[in-house]
Structures are given as C-alpha cells and as structure tokens.
C-alpha cells in the first residue's frame, strides 16, 4: 500500500522559518518527479514546488521563489521542503505528491499518489 506522511508543519512567527519533510512506502518513486502543494481555507489547491525524478531540476510559484526550496533524498524515498522568510499568506495545509512523470510538473492532475497533508500556520 502507497503511503505518504508529511511533517514539520506546525506555528511559526512571520520571518521565519519550517521545514517539511515527506517520507514514502509502498513503492520506490525515485523514476517518478514529486512536488509540494497547499490548500488555504476556502481556497483551492495550488502548485508550490516540484522537483525532477533525479533532483536537477526543480520549479516554484512566483509566490514563493526566492524563499521557499525543494530537495529529495531518493536513497530515503522522501522529498523536503525548506520554507524561509515565511509570511501570513504561506499558512495553509501543505501536501506533498508523486507525479507519474519523470520531469518536474506544476499541473496538479499530473499527480497520482497524495499525503494526508501539515498545517503550517504564520502568525504576524
């Protein structure tokens, strides 16, 4: 059974920093690129961060370029993500997911396989 389990969300004061982390089981998905979304309240889900299946290339929203960084430790199945310079716009529930493409991919159904999901909440 495919199982993915993010942590490292939780309170954290604007300007500052989390990182989330996204182990994996089940399945290997080094072949496959992963990525990060969150979902705000009201809101739908939306791109974050992706990273390739062998960690060359990554992308991000313009929202969070600069502050935000993607990483993967294919060794570990697992996939992080570094967020610095936090503002109260970045509190949302943050999921992580496998793509079913090698390449790194921003389109949210390019995704099959989900995480229950971390809150991070940035206070101001």
């Known amino acids: 059974q495919v199982q993915l389990v993010e942590s490292g969300g939780g309170l954290v004061q604007a300007g500052g920093s989390l990182r989330l982390s996204c182990a994996a089981s089940g399945r290997t998905f080094s072949s496959y690129a992963m990525g990060w979304f969150r979902q705000a309240p009201g809101k739908e889900r939306e791109f974050v961060a992706t990273?390739?299946?062998?960690?060359?290339?990554?992308g991000y929203a313009d929202s969070v370029k600069g502050r935000f960084a993607i990483s993967r430790d294919n060794a570990k199945n697992a996939v992080y993500l570094q967020m610095n310079s936090v503002k109260p716009e970045d509190t949302a529930v943050y999921y992580c997911?496998?793509?079913?493409?090698?390449?790194?991919?921003?389109?949210?159904?390019?995704?099959?396989?989900w995480g229950q999901g971390t809150q991070v909440t940035v206070s101001s």
């Open positions: 997911g496998v793509s079913r493409y090698m390449l790194a991919t921003k389109t949210l159904n390019s995704y099959d396989y």
């Open positions: 990273i390739s299946w062998s960690g060359d290339n990554t």
